[in-house]
């Protein structure tokens, strides 16, 4: 654009334009259209069905967001599971006694507090993220087990589970809304805000935020927070579909985050990455998981399957890397 | 001539026992360029680092125009108008140029949003004043050439500089034609009015760009000379020590 130089502009165009960024989309057209066709009787594309894997991924897209932060500042979060069942118990147990506004309060407040201890040890005691939160991964796995004995809680608060669950406002059910606004809030930060921007520059070069006045340990800790945030988030959410918490929600989960994250278009080192890439990620997990079962996949079936696409998904997202 | 821009007065630096650098004095002028020469060791980089606000000098003055400054960190030294080009880029490799050029200091729209129109805008102006050759504003850092790299560092420097631009061997890891396009934009840098301090190995840079030259020896300031009124011999001899001044 400033300097006129036809083969400069031309490297230009090809480095804006950058299929793997699609990969994604593609993936998710070719994904839906084959269980368009192979489950046309089996009710795949009906406006319940489909809309019934926009309702269960909802958790799964909230925590996506909360790792797209943690991985593009070039960190991870193991514990996002873990955060979900201790969230989503201590909202069950807490709402029993002491109402709705308790619960949330709890439940939400016991994710950005683990999130926290992940993020102080990570930016201040500078230990690696992947360990920190391997370990409190585990030590929190712990912590859900022994709250209730390894029972599940019901929740019975009506409001609560209609708000967080089973409810709709304007007759979009209330976990679409969830997801949209949290999108829309969690694209708006990453992409516009200067802590987005900052995110960014401390995963690509940590050294160069620095130099420029960021402070790299203030953003790993808040990219932690967050994630830990929305994990809590996520573990209420479950608590009001299912009505009812237990240690084993999210259990199986992180997999299926990182997965949607990594396919949505970050990148596992940082520096890049894309919020509405993750949603389209996590809505492609959905709609796998929903189809292989409908077509009649045994489990086992259904994981060797999940984790073969999810292997060339990936593969196909980070070939570009290490050119 | 106008008064020193940078004015370093008697500057001594200590880590634990050891003495970095010594009785260091330099005055820098507005529109100059300084090469501060010396072999590894010499404490050209810790001297950088006094001068940009990394490290406080254990004793001694830093004067810009006159008023003497205390800096404890880089960001107190951009405050003061002093930009740094870092040998090793410090530049965001998959952001784009201008996020880069504008890193840690984004402009905001009303919104309290990015205002990214008014980055891409000041971003091709000042490419475009510089003459530093790339595709474009959005162009990805890591899709440039080691010297186009260096030319948004510069680029980037220059944008935020008001007072005082150190140059870390800004060529050291450029090829020919590439060293020789940042020399040229580092020449057309004293047209801004500011200082430039140029750290390099090259003798034969420091005779195309400098003014004055500095030498240092073993933490010592052995001597500053007129670029027009020395030669490469005596300079060596300097920095080598085989011929005491």
């Known amino acids: 654009m400033t300097s006129a130089n036809t083969d400069t502009e031309v490297g230009s165009f090809a480095s804006r334009f950058n299929l793997q960024q699609y990969v994604v989309y593609l993936g998710f057209l070719a994904i839906f259209l084959f269980f368009a066709f192979m489950l046309r009787d089996s009710g795949f594309l009906t406006v319940r069905n489909l809309s019934n894997i926009v309702l269960q991924t909802a958790p799964v897209t909230i925590m996506a967001i909360g790792l797209v ?173 299912l009505q009812a918490a237990k240690y084993t929600l999210g259990e199986t989960d992180l997999m299926t985050v990182i997965a949607a994250v990594i396919v949505g278009g970050t990148l596992l080192n940082g520096g890049k990455g894309s919020i509405v890439g993750a949603l389209v990620g996590s809505l492609m997990m959905g709609m796998l998981n929903n189809g292989l079962i409908l077509m009649g996949l045994s489990v086992s079936d259904q994981m060797i399957v999940r984790g073969l696409i999810i292997l060339t998904a990936v593969a196909v997202s980070l070939r570009d890397k290490s050119r | 001539m106008n008064a020193p821009i940078l004015q370093l007065q008697d500057i001594r630096k200590n880590f634990g026992g050891i003495t970095a650098i010594e009785n260091f004095s330099l005055e820098v002028f507005p529109g100059e360029i300084v090469a501060l020469v010396g072999d590894n060791g010499a404490g050209k980089s810790t001297l950088v680092k006094i001068v940009s606000g990394v490290h406080p000098p254990s004793s001694g003055t830093i004067a810009i125009e006159g008023r003497p400054v205390m800096m404890s960190n880089a960001t107190m030294g951009r405050a003061h108008g002093i930009e740094v080009v870092y040998q090793d880029l410090a530049l965001a490799d998959q952001q784009t140029v201008y996020m880069n050029m504008f890193l840690g200091r984004e402009p905001l729209n009303r919104f309290g949003l990015l205002d990214r129109r008014r980055m891409i805008a000041e971003t091709e102006k000042l490419v475009k004043e510089l003459d530093v050759r790339i595709p474009s504003a959005h162009a990805t850092i890591r899709d440039l050439s080691g010297g186009q790299r260096q030319g948004v560092a510069i680029a980037r420097a220059t944008h935020w500089a008001s007072k005082l631009i150190l140059l870390d061997e800004p060529t050291a890891a450029l090829g020919v034609a590439e060293t020789a396009k940042v020399e040229e934009i580092v020449l057309s840098l004293k047209q801004r009015n500011v200082g430039i301090l140029i750290i390099t190995h090259s003798l034969d840079q420091v005779f195309k760009l400098s003014d004055r030259i500095c030498v240092l020896r073993r933490g010592k300031q052995i001597g500053v000379r007129e670029t027009k009124k020395t030669d490469k011999n005596e300079i060596i001899a300097m920095i080598t020590g085989l011929q005491q001044q």
Do not use: Q
């Not at chain 1, 520059?201 to 790993?220: E, L, M, Y």
């Open chain 1, 69 to 241: 932060f943690v991985m593009s500042a070039g960190e991870i979060d193991l514990s996002i599971g873990s955060i979900v069942a201790v969230a989503a118990l201590a909202a069950a147990v807490t709402i029993a006694s002491y109402g709705m506004a308790a619960g949330i309060v709890v439940g939400l407040g016991a994710g950005i507090l683990i999130g926290l201890i992940n993020g102080a040890l990570v930016a201040y005691v500078k230990l690696p993220s992947f360990l920190v939160t391997l370990a409190t991964m585990g030590l929190f796995a712990g912590v859900s087990r022994s709250m209730t004995d390894l029972r599940s809680i019901s929740v019975t608060n009506e409001t609560f589970t209609g708000f967080f669950g089973s409810g709709s406002l304007l007759s979009v059910p209330s976990l679409i809304w969830w997801t949209v606004i949290a999108i829309a809030i969690g694209h708006l930060v990453y992409r516009e805000t200067r802590f987005g921007a900052h995110v960014l520059a401390t995963g690509d070069n940590a050294r160069a935020a620095s130099v420029s006045g960021i402070s790299v340990p203030k953003i790993r800790l808040a990219v932690l927070t967050i994630s830990g945030g929305l994990a809590g988030l996520a573990g209420l959410l479950y608590a009001g579909r």
